[in-house]
């Protein structure tokens, strides 16, 4: 059961009755320990404590995740994301190939959605996700860009990021349903990760998804004291990916992913 109150802004907002825990539904809201939960297509996509100061917010994610925005929301979701990943692309290195970070993160978010069999509009969605989980580095780049410690001062605050992330991307409500991506991407399956230290499936579901997938784009493209202190091949970063299956990773995901590096890249632990 949902709280009255928030049931009661839910129908003033809507004008209908909140879709409880439903299989069959696309989207649904229910309560559970405490929390108000969104699931959408039978999956997880954001959980919120409940406290009444956040209902306003909860409501104005969920319309957003249903569809029930204004006409011109996806257009502003569009140029909004647009601008802030041409910013996150020109901040970051690239490779041999010309690509960035964030933009081999999306690619391979999105080929990996495509193996589990999602459809067309949901990876799509993943690969947006993914564009934006780093929008936070941007704070840090600034930081460093007029910092004559650059290094030190890229250490202090590297755990920042997703905090500040959150920040940028609640600029405005049609960005809102990427900040569990980009606020949590970080969090470790063992409670143990930053900026909560959610353990488990607290952690938003894309955040878990990314965060498998941008551990092994950094340990193949660059050397992090985080890490190593040397690059690894893809079959040794997939062994360490399977290491940390439970620990840092979520364990289903991380099987998961395994197949898909094998089937699709030919690539072995």
């Known amino acids: 059961m949902l709280p009255e109150r928030f049931v009661k802004m839910f129908k003033d907002a809507f004008n209908v009755d909140p879709v409880c825990e439903d299989k069959d539904q696309k989207i649904s809201i229910f309560e559970e320990d405490n929390k108000i939960i969104v699931k959408q297509d039978g999956r997880v996509v954001a959980q919120f404590e409940d406290n009444e100061d956040d209902y306003a917010?909860?409501?104005?994610?969920?319309?957003?995740?249903?569809?029930?925005?204004?006409?011109?929301?996806?257009?502003?979701e569009e140029l909004l994301r647009s601008l802030f990943v041409n910013i996150i692309i020109l901040t970051e290195v690239e490779d041999k190939n010309g690509f960035s970070h964030s933009q081999r993160?999306?690619?391979?978010?999105?080929?990996?959605?495509?193996?589990?069999?999602?459809?067309?509009?949901?990876?799509?969605?993943?690969?947006?996700?993914?564009?934006?989980?780093?929008?936070?580095?941007?704070?840090?780049?600034?930081?460093?860009?007029?910092?004559?410690?650059?290094?030190?001062?890229?250490?202090?605050?590297?755990?920042d990021h997703p905090t500040m992330g959150a920040?940028?991307?609640?600029?405005?409500?049609?960005?809102?349903?990427?900040?569990?991506?980009?606020?949590?991407?970080?969090?470790?399956?063992?409670?143990?990760?930053?900026?909560?230290?959610?353990?488990?499936?607290?952690?938003?579901?894309?955040?878990?998804?990314?965060?498998?997938?941008?551990?092994?784009?950094?340990?193949?493209?660059?050397?992090?004291?985080?890490?190593?202190?040397?690059?690894?091949t893809p079959s040794q970063a997939l062994n360490e990916i399977k290491a940390l299956s439970g620990k840092f990773f979520d364990p289903q995901l991380t099987e998961k992913f395994i197949d898909f590096m094998t089937n699709v890249y030919g690539i072995r632990t």
């Open 167 to 232: 920040i940028y991307l609640s600029i405005n409500e049609s960005l809102w349903q990427y900040i569990p991506t980009a606020r949590n991407h970080h969090e470790r399956w063992d409670g143990k990760g930053f900026p909560e230290g959610l353990k488990g499936e607290e952690i938003p579901f894309y955040a878990r998804i990314m965060a498998i997938i941008d551990y092994y784009d950094e340990v193949t493209n660059f050397v992090s004291a985080d890490w190593d202190s040397e690059i690894k």
């Open 57 to 76: 917010t909860i409501l104005q994610y969920y319309a957003k995740k249903a569809g029930l925005m204004t006409p011109h929301a996806k257009e502003i």
């Open 105 to 159: 993160v999306a690619k391979m978010a999105e080929e990996f959605a495509r193996f589990l069999g999602w459809s067309d509009e949901q990876a799509v969605e993943l690969r947006n996700h993914a564009l934006l989980h780093d929008v936070g580095k941007i704070a840090i780049e600034q930081l460093m860009l007029y910092s004559p410690t650059r290094l030190r001062t890229l250490e202090l605050h590297y755990q």
